[in-house]
């Protein structure tokens, strides 16, 4: 049997999909189906999560300290399409806020993120992130 191939406009949805359910703070069983059930390894600044019970753990912790998070992407490579396997680079920039008691105030955040996938096709055929890595995080002049 072949393997579903992946199409660049697949992978551009799977991409707009994913940060829209993290600007929305979706619940996490909602989110894990963007995410390869075996194998998944994702980099932060702050460490590297394997597996889906990683991503699970991660997810808890960015929602508990950052809100308002908006993020807007600015541009996305989709490279071996109409492969089982796409290299992706998204640049995206992130805003958010956080706050630490007992701060008066939240503290505002603005990045620009470049990050790379690897994304494969899923047992039913949609495309899945199997690994990623956030390569840079430079602060934007101000926020949003």
Do not use: C
Not at 106 to 116: G, L, N, P
Request: glycine residues 6%.
């Amino acid at each position: 049997m072949n393997s579903p191939l992946l199409s660049e406009a697949s992978v551009r949805d799977l991409v707009f999909s994913w940060f829209a359910a993290l600007d929305r703070r979706d619940e996490i069983d909602s989110l894990t189906p963007f995410f390869a059930p075996n194998g998944l390894e994702m980099q932060f600044p702050e460490g590297v999560v394997s597996g889906l019970e990683g991503l699970r753990n991660w997810y808890s912790e960015v929602t508990g300290t950052f809100f308002d998070q908006k993020h807007e992407i600015r541009d996305i490579t989709v490279s071996a399409e109409g492969r089982t396997a796409a290299a992706v680079d998204v640049i995206v920039h992130w805003y958010a806020r956080t706050w630490q008691p007992p701060a008066a105030k939240s503290k505002s955040i603005a990045a620009e993120a470049t990050q790379h996938w690897v994304v494969v096709a899923g047992t039913d055929g949609r495309p899945v992130v199997k690994d990623y890595r956030v390569v840079s995080l430079e602060p934007l002049s101000s926020p949003a």
